[in-house]
């Protein structure tokens, strides 16, 4: 837990009592603050953690802080009637984040924001400097509130992943190596326009140093226009990261190769035995972790065996076996037709495991992947929906569950023997006419996968 000893004895408002709100709390309270702590849902359905203190009886003429949970609206389209109050005092609206950078000054920080991409590259930084033996906490966005972290000291480093909800409540903390990935149409509903939305994400790099990093992608128009700007400053590092296009004095990535431009001499990576990281877009997360570990002061060795050794995350690509020489993929995480085309567009014999709650449009964009797919096991609501939109194009069968469809691609991917077979959960659509939520579906493939592995050893 994070110490937050300027805080003794002042009263400090939170809004929001999610996971994040919570650990605020938490850590507000082992400082010796007052907390006065507010959350519009739990107010109207009951049942909160901690007091809620109604917004008009704060006293708001002594409040330190007003700490806003990353999902309550800060500006658009309205702001949260906290914030208001909050103006109205001169009162400061932050975010946990500036809390924990505030509180531990030497530490490192690498932060990574994007639309796509920022969970599995955070989680990859993090796996590569941990391998290599340094003291690390990695959170933020990707799930462990940041304020719960252990309190890390000189040369220890802290990798975040940010949202722009949370990049918006920063103020004065400083990241060290800020990555942003890319960025496509998002969240406007919150930010407004374009505009709004890109310059909430460029929030991670407003307040760097002399001899700080920007590591940007470059494969769309707006992160381009972002990295030609700070190019522009010449105040600090810039180091342009691209899969389409060569990038000269950057990083690029060309039929899974690492070319790293930024010396005097080129120096390349070989992705190809890097089992979790396949595809274009988990190349880009590559050469962004890369940048950022030789940031921190990694070999080039230490990152090879890092990327090499990479999991992957749970429920995104994630290679959760191979029995009798046929790879399982659990993908759940692809709740959409987008999602779905990366990891379709990252094997070939796919076996290919489809369907659930579908979503607008279903898999008509697909079509361009169709070719590498030997077979559809169809699941869910969208079974008979998806099987019209394959009609002609690719062999399918209606399967109802996951458990038949599991089993039912196994026995046809072991029967045509392929050398590349790959049995893939990728559903193109939410979870929720059979399961709670994607992490429940994939961990269920798991088990049907680790239930086909026990009948092959029996």
């Known amino acids: ?49 901690v007091t809620l203190t109604p917004l008009e009886a704060w006293p708001w003429a002594e409040m330190a802080d007003l700490i806003l949970s990353p999902g309550v609206p800060l500006t658009h389209p309205q702001p949260h009637e906290a914030v208001t109050l909050a103006k109205q005092h001169g009162v400061r609206v932050i975010g946990d984040v500036e809390l924990l950078l505030t509180a531990c000054p030497e530490a490192i920080v690498i932060a990574i924001t994007g639309t796509n991409g920022k969970s599995t590259t955070t989680a990859l930084i ?12 990695v959170g933020g966005n990707l799930g462990t509130p940041v304020l719960s972290f252990a309190q890390l000291g000189k040369g220890d480093i802290y990798v975040l992943e940010l949202s722009s909800y949370q990049l918006e409540l920063l103020d004065k903390a400083r990241i060290h ?13 919150r930010h407004g326009t374009m505009e709004g939305y890109v310059n909430a994400k460029k929030n991670i790099f407003l307040r760097q140093q002399p001899g700080d990093t920007c ?32 990038v000269s004095q950057g990083i690029d990535v060309k039929h899974g190769m690492i070319t790293d431009r930024t010396n005097a001499e080129p120096l390349a990576i070989d992705l190809s035995p890097c089992l979790a990281l396949k595809g274009e877009h988990n190349w880009q997360n590559a050469a962004v972790a890369y940048a950022a570990c030789r940031f921190a ?39 959409n037709a987008d999602a779905a085309a990366k990891a379709l567009g990252s094997y070939d014999s796919i076996y290919w495991i489809a369907g659930g709650l579908p979503k607008e449009g279903g898999i008509t964009t697909l079509g361009a992947y169709f070719p590498r797919i030997r077979h559809a096991f169809l699941i869910g609501q969208a079974a008979e929906e998806f099987a019209r939109t394959l009609e002609g194009y690719v062999p399918y069968t209606l399967c109802g569950t996951l458990e038949v469809a599991t089993k039912k691609a196994a026995e046809m991917a072991w029967r045509e023997a392929l050398a590349d077979a790959t049995v893939m959960l990728s559903p193109a659509c939410a979870s929720w006419d059979q399961w709670p939520n994607f992490e429940v579906r994939g961990h269920a493939f798991r088990d049907y996968v680790q239930a086909l592995e026990k009948e092959r050893a029996a």
């Open 1 to 49: 837990m994070i110490i937050l000893p300027q805080y003794h004895g002042k009263n400090i408002g939170v809004v929001g009592l999610g996971k994040s709100g919570m650990a605020t709390i938490a850590a507000l309270e082992a400082s010796g603050a007052k907390v006065f702590a507010w959350d519009d849902g739990l107010a109207k359905k009951g049942g909160a953690p």
């Open 126 to 137: 993090g796996h590569i400097l941990g391998q290599a033996g340094r003291r690390i906490e």
């Open 215 to 246: 590591i940007i992608g470059v494969d769309d128009a707006y992160t381009e226009a972002v990295a030609r700007e700070f190019l522009a400053r010449g105040d600090r590092r810039v180091i342009p990261v691209g899969v389409k296009e060569r």
């Open 177 to 189: 190596c800020g990555c942003f990935l890319n960025i496509t149409p998002d969240h406007l509903d």
């Open 297 to 335: 002061g990694l070999s080039v060795e230490q990152i090879e065996a890092g990327l090499v050794s990479f999991p992957g995350l749970a429920h995104r690509m994630e290679r959760v076996g191979t029995v009798r020489g046929v790879t399982f993929v659990n993908d759940s995480k692809a709740t």
